[in-house]
């Protein structure tokens, strides 16, 4: 039998630490029945964006005629995973992330000042955080990554309308996870399991991102 080795929960909590990108639906649960109130049971409504908190982007979410995240097996949100801790203060570069090793297949995971300040669970959304920039995106291509995450709600800076980085990532298959919660891992090798909700045809979903250090064999 195996086991898992350390577990890290990196999600931000929904509702608690959680924020919608300007322009987005709010994440709102509203209580439709309550035991507390006399009823059978309790029972609640949710409305949210397809990004709401820690959440995956499929090809579709920028890509005419993008895979939607139903179309990949469940393999593929459970990978190999490198936590790369990235110190300049205002982007992920290509020059940073040239010295880490980056394994083709893998799942690369930027820890940034967005995580060391607790900017991605502060509960309100800032347009100065740590993005990743257009070279890096294209770096990350090149050495075969297939998953890339970030701890902010989006990996592109706040005000670039072309969405440079989304652009480069998505139109290569490589899927994103945003919104990661890096801020008690260390950087180094893990396994990132991060489900999708099993939605038809979906651009997005939350996810429970956890990193394990390794599997462990049992007698």
Known sequence: ??????????SVILGAESFAYPGDPSYLVSRVKSIDAGDPVTLSALSTSAHAGTHLDAPAHFIAGGKF???YPPSRFVLPA?????TDPQAVTRREIENNEVARGEAVLFKTENSRSGLVTRGEFS?????????????LVEKG????????ITIDRYGDKNF???????????????????????PGRYTLIALP???????GSPARAVLTTRMKAEE
């Open 1 to 10: 039998m195996k086991s898992f080795g350390r577990l890290y929960d990196v």
């Open 69 to 71: 995240l139903d179309a």
């Open 82 to 86: 490198r936590i790369i801790e990235i």
């Open 127 to 139: 347009s100065r955080f740590v993005y990743i920039d257009g070279e890096a995106a294209q770096y």
């Open 145 to 152: 990554a297939s998953l890339v995450g970030l701890d902010y």
């Open 164 to 186: 440079t980085a989304h652009h480069v990532l998505l139109s290569n298959d490589v899927l994103l996870l945003e919104s990661l919660n890096l801020k008690d891992v260390p």
């Open 197 to 203: 909700l099993r939605m038809q045809a979906m651009e």
